[in-house]
């Protein structure tokens, strides 16, 4: 991937992404108050931590939006990074309950797990085909609230991370009450 294609790639994803970083920071801190959706809740906690959780990532490029025009059909990716190193990371979230029992439970979560990798992979050769990226130029990654995904990316080049649901919990607790005492309202002295 040269720089032009990078660029050309960047100015697609601004033309179809067309919302500041700053916009679709309010929109997930908005998210957080509101956890209406587990996956979407999933997704705020990864970019309002995104430093910490995937330090390379340097600029949101896409938010779930298909990479290859208006293809929604071929699928769409739940994150796009520009990396500090010139490169694309591709980002797929899922929300894994890992606290519900038995069989069918098991079930669901080995169908989630595989089906999360299944996507990003997927996603990652047709992003190859349509842009002419090298696919040594694609990184691409897993985030999901259960840990058992980390083993099944080594053999795939996957890259995998995970948030247990009590940290998400008390992330979105925590994050809520600072988000309180930042209004001015709330330090107001008593009178």
């Not at 679709?24 to 959706?37: L, N, Q, T």
């Not at 890992?98 to 069918?104: C, F, L, V």
Request: aromatic share 12%.
């Amino acid at each position: 991937m040269t720089a032009d294609e990078v660029n050309h790639f960047v100015a697609y994803c601004k033309k179809i992404q067309p919302q500041s970083q700053e916009e679709i920071k309010r929109f997930f801190e908005g998210v957080v108050s509101f956890p209406y959706d587990k996956e979407l809740l999933l997704q705020a906690y990864l970019f309002l931590n995104i430093k910490q959780i995937f330090p390379l990532c340097s600029e949101l490029l896409l938010f779930e939006k298909s990479p290859i025009a208006d293809y929604t059909d071929l699928g769409k990716c739940d994150f796009v990074y520009l990396t500090s190193l010139g490169q694309i990371l591709i980002i797929e979230t899922k929300f894994i309950d890992t606290e519900a029992t038995g069989a069918t439970e098991r079930k669901r979560r080995n169908k989630h797990r595989n089906k999360v990798f299944e996507q990003v992979i997927t996603l990652k050769s047709r992003f190859s085909e349509y842009w002419n990226i090298k696919l040594e130029q694609l990184e691409c990654a897993v985030f999901t609230t259960d840990p058992e995904v980390a083993w099944r990316g080594n053999g795939v080049n996957v890259v995998t991370k995970s948030v247990s649901m009590d940290k998400l919990k008390y992330w979105r607790i925590n994050f809520q009450l600072t988000e309180l005492e930042a209004l001015p309202q709330y330090n107001k002295p008593l009178a």
